[in-house]
């Protein structure tokens, strides 16, 4: 599985932008998908998954109520929609692929399989 991160860009706090993650294979549907980011001298951290099955989402507690993941299995893509954007999230973002769908390993960064090559989200104040 290939994955190709797009969307990114510099916005002022207070506005929006949309990343996409388009993967190649045909099973694109079995695979749990998920959003990391990091920031300069900082550890990856889970942004959002949303489960192969059924589509049940698991949100970072910095994001709830303000990002929103979706997925479109017909496209292979995910996107994540990031309203109110703060200073604090500017980061390269990830998508990320993973087969073995564990809820309690969803915000782990080790049990994902595939990782795009990551997009810049740069938030000014």
């Known amino acids: 599985v290939q994955l190709q991160a797009s969307g990114g860009g510099l916005v002022q706090a207070g506005g929006s932008l949309r990343l996409s993650c388009a993967a190649s294979?045909?099973?694109?549907?079995?695979?749990?998908m998920a959003w990391f980011r990091q920031a300069p001298g900082k550890e990856r951290e889970f942004v959002v998954a949303?489960?192969?099955?059924?589509?049940?989402?698991v949100y970072g507690d910095s994001v709830k109520g303000r990002f929103t993941i979706s997925r479109d299995n017909a496209k292979n893509t995910v996107y994540l929609q990031m309203n109110s954007l703060k200073p604090e999230d500017t980061a390269v973002y990830y998508c990320?692929?993973?087969?073995?769908?564990?809820?309690?390993?969803?915000?782990?960064?080790?049990?994902?399989?595939?990782w795009g090559q990551g997009t810049q989200v740069t938030v000014s104040s």
């Open positions: 990320a692929a993973r087969i073995r769908n564990i809820l309690s390993t969803v915000r782990f960064a080790y049990s994902y399989d595939y």
């Open positions: 949303i489960r192969s099955s059924g589509g049940s989402t």
């Open positions: 294979g045909r099973t694109f549907s079995s695979y749990d």
